[in-house]
C-alpha cells in the first residue's frame, strides 16, 4: 500500500463531513464535496461515512473545501454537474449549466417532435460544456448535431464531455467560430433546429450578477455588450438563412427580453414567435418558426 493510500490518522469521512459543513456553512456543499473526494455516492455514502481515509483522499478532500470557501462554485468545485441524462464534466472555461437551459432543450424536443422529421439536423451556437447538443444527441435518435463556439477552451471542455456520450457521440460534430461562420456551408437551408444559450447579460447588469457568477464563470460567455441583446440579434438575423421550411429557432433570453426578442424575430421573418416559461414561471425560451 503506497504512502497516499494509508488511512489518515483514522480520521472519518464522517469527522470531514462535520468539519466541511462547520467551515462551509452548508451540509449539501460538504456532502456533495464528501461524495466526491470518496468516491461514494447515495447509499454508499450513508454506509461508509464510518471508514477511515486515506492520506490522498484527505488531501483532495481539503483543496476542494479550501476552493468552495473562497467563493469558486461548487459545481467548479466537483469538476462534475448534472443536467438532463448527462453527468457533465465543468470546470471555468464554461458556463455552469442550469435548470434554465434543461427548460431550452425541453421546448427544442418538444419542437422537433413537432416538426416530425426522420433524420433532423441540428445546430447548436455556443455549445460551452455541450449540454445542449449532448443531450440532443442522447435523446433524439437519427439527429445529427453541429455543436459550435468561438472558444477553444469550451470546445475542449465539449470534446472531453463528448468522449463521455459513447455510442450516441457520433451524431455530434464540434466546430470552432463565432456562430453561423463555424456552420459548413453545405447546411444553409437544410438545418432544422438552431438552438443557442447565447450570452445575454448587458454591460451594465453585471455588477447585479451574484458574486460567484460574475468572478468565476467566463465573461465572453455571459455579457453580449452594452445592452445584452447583441448576440440575440445577430442569432435572429441570420438564422432564416439556414433553417429549412419548416425549420425553427430556439433561444435562451433573460425575462426582461421578452419583448425586444419576439420583435427581432418578428422583423427577421419568422412567423409564429412565442417566448415559453422557465420553471420558475419567467420568460426565458424565444421560440420562432419559418
Do not use: C, K
Not at 451556437?125 to 447538443?133: D, E, N, Q
Not at 438545418?191 to 444559450?197: E, F, K, P
Not at 419576439?262 to 419568422?270: C, E, N, P
Request: cysteine-free; overall charge negative.
Amino acid at each position: 500500500m503506497s504512502h497516499g493510500e494509508q488511512p489518515a490518522a483514522t480520521v472519518t469521512w464522517r469527522r470531514l463531513l462535520g468539519e466541511a459543513r462547520h467551515r462551509l456553512g452548508s451540509l449539501d456543499d460538504a456532502r456533495r464535496i464528501v461524495e466526491r473526494a470518496s468516491g461514494f455516492d447515495g447509499v454508499q455514502h450513508h454506509l461508509r461515512l464510518d471508514e477511515p481515509v486515506t492520506v490522498r483522499a484527505a488531501a483532495h478532500f481539503e483543496h476542494m473545501v479550501e476552493r468552495r470557501a473562497a467563493g469558486e462554485p461548487l459545481q467548479y468545485v466537483l469538476g462534475a454537474w448534472g443536467f438532463r441524462t448527462l453527468d457533465l464534466y465543468v470546470d471555468n472555461r464554461v458556463l455552469i449549466p442550469r435548470p434554465e437551459t434543461e427548460t431550452v432543450v425541453e421546448v427544442a424536443l418538444a419542437e422537433l417532435e413537432r416538426l416530425g422529421t426522420a433524420t433532423p439536423v441540428a445546430v447548436d451556437l455556443g455549445t460551452g460544456s455541450g449540454a445542449i447538443a449532448l443531450s440532443l444527441a442522447r435523446e433524439v435518435p437519427g439527429i445529427e448535431v453541429w455543436a459550435v463556439d468561438r472558444s477553444p477552451d469550451a470546445l475542449a471542455v465539449a470534446r472531453a464531455n463528448l468522449a463521455g456520450l459513447g455510442r450516441a457521440g457520433a451524431a455530434v460534430r464540434l466546430a470552432e467560430g463565432s456562430w453561423f461562420e463555424a456552420v459548413p456551408p453545405m447546411l444553409r437551408g437544410r438545418v432544422d433546429l438552431i438552438v443557442s444559450n447565447p450570452p445575454y447579460v448587458g454591460e451594465g447588469e453585471v455588477a447585479d450578477l451574484p458574486p460567484e457568477v460574475a468572478r468565476w464563470e467566463p465573461r465572453a460567455a455571459l455579457v453580449a455588450g452594452p445592452t445584452g441583446l447583441e448576440q440575440i440579434a445577430a442569432i435572429v438575423d441570420e438564422a432564416p438563412r439556414w433553417l429549412d421550411r419548416p425549420g425553427v429557432l430556439v433561444v435562451e433570453i433573460a425575462p426582461h427580453q421578452r419583448e425586444a426578442a419576439t420583435g427581432m424575430a418578428l422583423d427577421a421573418g419568422f412567423d409564429p414567435v412565442d417566448v415559453r416559461p422557465d420553471l420558475a414561471g419567467r420568460a426565458r425560451v424565444l421560440v420562432a418558426r419559418v
